[in-house]
């Protein structure tokens, strides 16, 4: 019988998946999809995306699919549509609307461009994120590794000769591996405490550095009456994340730098009620304008101060009354 299922400890050729999965929108349970050939069942969604997260490279790796040759990275995969269709039994245009539906949501990047019937170049986004599982692999590690020296010694002990004035320290057979298995786990527990990874030799995630940008840009919208970004939501994020890949942080600060000595960006002309927002800034288009200074750089603006703030300042500056002399009088 073929080493499958749960009887068998898990050593190669399997992947891990995310329990809410069964609840996702897109390729959560209960999602069948009408059969292209009546006379054969068709793959649901749940099953199309568990055979691209198996049909997934594990490692980098050079192939030829149709005559075209692919370099294929850890997570990614080369198919063509058509055989996906045939594989899932799904009609053509459901196989690309299947496909072009995980894309939106983020969960697989088409890489180039598909040309008449040339294979897809199909990554897994976030492969590595779920597939290495680190913290799965270093407790579980411990705990096999805590579990087997302690049934050793559970075992070891049982096999102690009794003699008259000592008894065996186990009551019964499986007493001495239970609780050698107990001390195991603990161990396991703290080999993971103590493999965590140090947060100082992380790298800065691309979230940290969109929050970096952020921060930035709203500094920028107070030196120059912009209106600042309360809430960051997804397709901000996106698109925010885009235009740091493209062009990095210092890209980022250099077009900030470049609002600020814009007169039009600043809505300092007269006769024009407009100012650049955030979201225009996130635009491709308006990022490459901006950029290359095609919205006129000139000095840096001075920093706009609220009525309110002038009013304050002129209350706590406020100048002493004058003196009047006696002869003035």
Not at 69 to 76: Q, Y
Not at 80 to 106: C, D, Q, V
Request: net charge positive.
């Amino acid at each position: 019988m073929s080493n499958i299922g749960h009887n068998n400890p898990p050593r190669d050729g399997y992947v891990l998946i995310f329990r809410k999965l069964l609840k996702h929108p897109v390729v959560g349970m209960m999602k069948p999809v009408k059969p292209h050939k009546e006379n054969k069942p068709s793959a649901s969604r749940l099953e199309a995306w568990l055979d691209l997260l198996m049909m997934a490279t594990h490692d980098s790796k050079t192939v030829t699919v149709n005559g075209h040759k692919f370099e294929l990275e850890r997570g990614e995969q080369a198919c063509a549509m058509s055989y996906l269709s045939k594989r899932w039994n799904w009609s053509p245009k459901t196989t690309r609307g299947f496909i072009e539906r995980l894309m939106s949501h983020e969960m697989v990047e088409r890489k180039g461009q598909t040309k008449d019937k040339r294979p897809s170049h199909l990554s897994i986004c976030n492969y590595s994120d779920y597939q290495d599982g680190a913290q799965y692999g270093v407790e579980n590690k411990g705990n096999r590794k805590g579990n087997r020296k302690g049934k050793e010694e559970g075992q070891a002990g049982n096999e102690l000769t009794p003699c008259k004035n000592t008894i065996n320290m186990f009551s019964d057979d499986s007493e001495g591996p239970m609780e050698g298995q107990a001390k195991g786990q603990k161990k396991g527990q703290q080999y993971k405490t103590n493999n965590k990874p140090n947060k100082k030799d992380i790298c800065p995630t691309e979230k940290s550095k969109a929050q970096i940008a952020l921060d930035e840009y709203n500094q920028l919208a107070e030196r120059a009456g912009l209106s600042r970004v309360k809430v960051l939501s997804k397709s901000r994020l996106t698109s925010l994340t885009a235009r740091l890949k493209e062009h990095g942080l210092n890209g980022w600060r250099q077009a900030l730098e470049n609002v600020e000595r814009s007169s039009f960006l600043c809505g300092d002309q007269k006769g024009r009620d407009w100012k650049a927002s955030f979201d225009f800034l996130l635009q491709q288009s308006s990022f490459l304008k901006v950029i290359e200074g095609q919205y006129g750089n000139g000095r840096v603006r001075k920093p706009q101060i609220s009525p309110e703030r002038v009013r304050e300042l002129r209350e706590k500056y406020k100048a002493p009354p004058p003196i009047i002399s006696e002869d003035a009088r």
